[in-house]
């Protein structure tokens, strides 16, 4: 089988974080093994639905500033999602402004240049049909700090190559979804397993007050600044289990949010969780903004996760019925 | 048993067996642990995606597009575990040297502890101990427990990079830098073995919980040759 060994995106700029991700990577926690995979789920599943792929196949994610690449082989058809500022420069010099979450057919000497991401931090380019690129540990996700996942954990560097599923030319029809890529800076959290830890000041700060993103932010995840969240039983719990969206709080205060590539344990108090719907407008959030924290119930959490799957069930029927 | 099963979040369930860390707390966490990755792989419970178990809790992450909260605990809750299961475990000796440049924080430890690095080590040697689970970072083993004399709180400012391989000391607890990594543990020693194994994806870790490890002290020039 020769399929996806001719046509590749040449990396003529890497970007800042260029990596590859899917849904993530399941079932090692007690390994030490995290889950990674794309931040923003959301927009990695349209990105896939926008194409008609399946809707977990490997895409590339980027944040800030995007990879500038250049097609070598066989047409495709590719759609990128988030909110981006690119261009795609074909073959003949000429320049089209890019808009996210619709298809466009790229052919060989063409290069797609992912300038930045607009007023968020996470954008993702997918491929119609895929990457060539064989599952580690179950998935494609790439874990730069564990160095985990395919390209040997590590993320895109200048003049490689990534490998396309395809071998003949695609040539698309134009789907697209009329839609915006809006972020809340009010963000939805179950109360945490230590939230009794904090004094009364510290859990009416954590509701009623505001925090801002700070600088220290990556895959891992968010560390926020604004009022000291002052503990009264302990600093430190036996290490226990981790999961994304869990807001710990260390010694000096300041809340720490778990996004996709956090350690499976961690010894502080755990204040809240944030509720599996608002995980990826959080993670597009750049620093300095400021948000808010909002109690809700489990039942209520429950439904506004099983409305988001009708969401994007509506979003997939949709662009089957109408494009 | 389980003395309390709470929500984490809206896709984790939060199994609580005390606060008490020891040998048989944590032995039960590992029945639990283990029956539910052989439901898993019997197909009887669907949509669990994560365990973590540790000390005294086992955190239980499920795919929300599968099932709930509530369905889990209904499951977690009526469990018969074997609490006498005896899983596979081994003995496992880890050398380790303790030698200038590898041993950073002995001169705190002689401080804290008002014992001479030799009276330290040979006390430390003389131990075996258990593993009481794996993680933080891929492999980590937490290991314990070390006797109460030589038990010493974690650096008050943890170190931005930690080398592959260090032996540290916090509280009634040993544990090994599978990679490195940031920490703040009091580091005693290095070992030249590789704990954790990325290409090997059946069983990549070398100590596992329920594991007994005894550490022996080698010189630099064995740990620089060790193959």
Not at chain 1, 9 to 27: A, S
Not at chain 1, 164 to 191: A, H
Not at chain 2, 2 to 12: P, R, T, V
């Amino acid at each position: 089988m020769t399929i996806g060994n001719k046509t590749y995106f040449e990396v003529l700029r890497p970007g800042i974080n260029t990596t590859i991700q899917d849904k993530g990577r399941n079932h090692y926690f007690h390994l030490g093994i995290t889950t990674s995979g794309a931040v923003d789920q959301k927009n990695f599943k349209l990105s896939n639905l926008i194409l008609n792929n399946k809707i977990d196949l490997p895409v590339l994610e980027f944040a800030f500033q995007g990879p500038l690449l250049k097609l070598k082989g066989v047409s495709v058809g590719i759609c990128i999602t988030g909110d981006v500022i690119f261009s795609i420069i074909r073959k003949d010099q000429t320049v089209e402004k890019g808009l996210c979450y619709q298809v466009y057919t790229i052919n060989n000497g063409d290069q797609i240049d992912l300038k930045s991401t607009k007023d968020s931090l996470y954008g993702y380019l997918s491929i119609k049909d895929g990457l060539n690129i064989k599952k580690v540990w179950n998935s494609c996700s790439i874990n730069t700090k564990a160095n985990i996942g395919p390209n040997n954990g590590k993320k895109f560097s200048l003049n490689q190559k990534i490998f396309i599923n395809s071998d003949k030319n695609q040539n698309l029809k134009i789907r697209k979804l009329k839609y915006k890529n809006k972020i809340n800076n009010s963000i939805r959290v179950l109360k945490g397993t230590n939230f009794d830890y904090f004094t009364q000041k510290a859990q009416d700060d954590f509701f009623n007050r505001k925090f801002k993103i700070t600088n220290l932010i990556d895959r891992m995840g968010i560390r926020l600044s604004g009022p000291h969240l002052e503990n009264k039983v302990s600093t430190n719990i036996k290490s226990e289990g981790l999961v994304k969206g869990v807001i710990q709080v260390p010694a000096d205060g300041n809340p720490i949010v778990m996004l996709a590539d956090h350690g499976t344990i961690g010894g502080y108090p755990k204040i809240a969780t944030v509720i599996s719907v608002d995980l990826d407008n959080l993670a597009q959030i750049p620093p300095n903004s400021e948000i808010s924290f909002k109690e809700v119930f489990l039942e209520e959490a429950e439904q506004l996760y099983k409305k988001h799957l009708r969401e994007l069930n509506k979003y997939a029927s949709f662009l089957n019925e109408f494009n | 048993m389980i003395k309390n099963i709470l929500y984490l979040g809206d896709a984790s369930a939060y199994c609580d067996f005390g606060s008490e860390v020891n040998e048989h707390v944590n032995s039960r966490v590992i029945s639990y642990f283990t029956k539910i990755k052989e439901l898993q792989k019997q197909k009887k419970i669907d949509g669990i995606i994560n365990l973590t178990p540790s000390y005294n809790k086992l955190i239980i992450s499920f795919d929300l597009d599968k099932t709930n909260f509530t369905k889990v605990k209904e499951i977690v809750k009526d469990l018969k575990t074997d609490t006498l299961a005896k899983k596979n475990t081994k003995k496992i000796k880890i050398p380790i040297c303790c030698q200038d440049g590898l041993s950073l924080d002995f001169q705190r430890l002689i401080k804290l502890t008002d014992k001479s690095k030799s009276e330290i080590l040979s006390q430390f040697f003389k131990k075996e101990y258990f593993c009481y689970m794996t993680g933080f970072i891929a492999g980590m083993p937490f290991l314990g427990d070390i006797d109460k004399e030589l038990r010493c709180q974690r650096l008050e400012t943890p170190r931005i990079k930690v080398i592959k391989g260090s032996v540290g000391l916090t509280e009634q607890f040993v544990n090994i830098y599978t990679s490195e990594s940031p920490g703040g543990w009091n580091i005693i020693g290095n070992t030249p073995l590789d704990i954790f194994d990325k290409n090997n994806e059946v069983s990549p870790n070398l100590i596992n919980p329920g594991d007994k490890i005894k550490f022996y002290s080698i010189t630099k020039e064995q740990h620089d040759n060790w193959k």
